[in-house]
C-alpha cells in the first residue's frame, strides 16, 4: 500500500526557511518521479516542484529560485528546501508522484507570521 507522509511544516517569518520531507513507503521508491504540491485556504492545489528518477527538476514560475526539490534514493525521501518565503507560500504542501498520483497524505501545512 502506498503511503505518504509529509512532515516539517511550521511557522514561519517572511524570507525565512523551511524544509519539509516526504517519506514514501508501499512503491518501489527509486523508479518513480516525485513531487510536491500546495493548496491554499480557497484555492485549488496546484503543482510546486517534480523532480524525476534522473533528478531532473521543474518548478512552478511563482518558486522558481527560492525553492529546491531534492531527493534520497536510499530513504525513500523526498525534500522541498523553501527559501525566501512570502506569505502567497502559506498552504499546505504534499507529496505525490506526478505520473501517477497515489491517496494524498495529510500534508504539512506552512504559515507565513505577519
Known amino acids: 500500500q502506498v503511503q505518504l507522509v509529509e512532515s516539517g511544516g511550521g511557522l514561519v517569518q517572511p524570507g525565512g526557511s523551511l524544509r519539509p520531507s516526504c517519506a514514501a513507503s508501499g512503491f518501489t521508491f527509486s523508479m518513480w518521479s516525485m513531487g510536491w504540491y500546495r493548496q491554499a485556504p480557497g484555492k485549488q492545489r496546484e503543482m510546486v516542484a517534480t523532480?524525476?528518477?534522473?533528478?531532473?527538476?521543474e518548478y512552478a514560475d511563482s518558486v522558481k529560485g527560492r525553492f529546491t526539490i531534492s531527493r534520497d534514493n536510499a530513504k525513500n525521501m523526498v525534500y522541498l528546501q523553501m527559501n525566501s518565503l512570502k506569505p502567497e507560500d502559506k498552504a499546505v504542501y504534499y507529496c505525490?508522484?506526478?505520473?501517477?498520483?497515489?491517496?494524498w497524505g495529510q500534508g504539512t501545512q506552512v504559515t507565513l507570521s505577519s
Open positions: 523532480i524525476t528518477t534522473g533528478r531532473i527538476t
Open positions: 505525490n508522484r506526478p505520473d501517477s498520483f497515489a491517496s
